[in-house]
Nanobody
């Protein structure tokens, strides 16, 4: 089992920045992919960014490229998401997730939507 706890959400005005953190514990060595997802009310879950922890390959949704940065600190078992130039459409519940895929492509293709371990989420609200 892997436990994930997100932190860092909050409210910010458009154009501002927020940084999210995800602390992982438990059998983290059993996973090789971590990611950030978001879901707004009435919308489907969206993959925001993911990182292949064994090699560092990354994926970003087109809507966040150039604005968000995913990173990891293996020594601290922590995943980060730095969000800059935030827009009202970035408003959502953000979730951290971890999974074992075995292949970098499976982690960074953008197709990951379900499966693995998930945190409880942290709310990000961007006002115009």
């Amino acid at each position: 089992q892997v436990q994930l706890v997100e932190s860092g959400g909050g409210s910010v005005q458009a154009g501002g920045s927020l940084g999210l953190s995800c602390a992982a514990s438990g059998n983290t060595y059993s996973t090789d992919c971590m990611g950030w997802f978001r879901q707004a009310p009435g919308k489907e879950r969206e993959a925001v960014a993911s990182i292949y922890t064994n090699g560092g390959g990354t994926y970003y949704a087109d809507s966040v490229k150039g604005r968000f940065t995913i990173s990891q600190d293996n020594a601290k078992n922590t995943l980060y998401l730095q969000m800059n130039s935030l827009k009202p459409e970035d408003t959502a519940m953000y979730y951290c997730a971890a999974a074992a895929f075995g292949l970098q492509y499976s982690c960074v293709s953008g197709a990951w939507r379900h499966g693995g371990y998930w945190g409880q989420g942290t709310q990000v609200t961007v006002s115009s």
